[in-house]
């Protein structure tokens, strides 16, 4: 099994990872403690302690760090981590 460069599409694991990280700065940033994450945890309305702009500075942070752009051609629906994390990990 050969080992990639970051430029190729990351698993979901690391995706998953990442955004866990991430989401725990930010909670962090506002002197929140993040829960412990799922793949079926919920943005927006389930219980994690961030907001629509939070979600959005998650989102470039992500970009930056994938160098992927999942929402290039137009906003793509997602509500989970896990949703998020799989549109990270498949070809956009």
């Known amino acids: 099994m050969t080992h990639h460069s970051a430029a190729h599409l990351p698993a979901t694991g690391s995706i998953f990872a990442l955004i866990a990280e991430e989401l725990g700065r930010i909670a962090a940033d506002k002197g929140e403690v993040l829960p412990p994450l799922t793949s079926d945890s919920r943005f927006l309305d389930g219980g994690l302690p961030i907001d629509s702009l939070d979600l959005a500075t998650l989102l470039v942070v992500l970009e930056q760090r994938t160098g992927q752009d999942p929402f290039r051609e ?10 998020l994390a799989a549109l990270y990990a498949v070809p956009a």
């Open 74 to 83: 137009g906003f793509r629906q997602f509500t989970t981590v896990g949703e």
